[in-house]
């Protein structure tokens, strides 16, 4: 069975760093790519950060480029989202994702079929 597992969510101050994880497990994490989502209360799922695997290019959405960093470690067949300078709606729910049909990057939560469970990031001093 394939899954995906997070971890590293947590409470944070403004203006802290915080590191989330994505494991997989019952397959290699090399399709074509992965992504990093978030849901807050009462909105939808949203695309923040994808890695694509093939030469690990990472494309950003413009509310986190410049404070987020995605990256993978193919040994430990786990991806990262790094988080700097974390605000107050940087809380939420955080989900790392991929697909084993796509081919292309897609910041969209409906092209995706394997997702983890979900990571609570709360930002508050």
């Known amino acids: 069975q394939r899954q995906l597992v997070e971890s590293g969510g947590g409470l944070m101050q403004p203006g802290g760093s915080l590191r989330l994880s994505c494991t997989a497990s019952?397959?290699?994490?090399?399709?074509?790519?992965e992504g990093w989502f978030r849901q807050r209360p009462g909105s939808e799922r949203e695309g923040l950060a994808f890695?694509?695997?093939?030469?690990?290019?990472?494309y950003y959405a413009d509310s986190v480029k410049g404070r987020f960093t995605a990256y993978r470690y193919q040994a430990k067949n786990t991806v990262y989202l790094q988080m700097d300078s974390l605000k107050p709606e940087t809380a939420a729910v955080y989900y790392c994702?991929?697909?084993?049909?796509?081919?292309?990057?897609?910041?969209?939560?409906?092209?995706?079929?394997?997702w983890g469970q979900g990571t609570q990031v709360t930002v508050s001093s």
């Open positions: 994702a991929t697909d084993h049909r796509l081919r292309y990057v897609s910041f969209a939560p409906q092209d995706y079929d394997i």
């Open positions: 019952g397959f290699t994490l090399n399709y074509y790519v």
């Open positions: 890695i694509a695997t093939s030469d690990g290019t990472t």
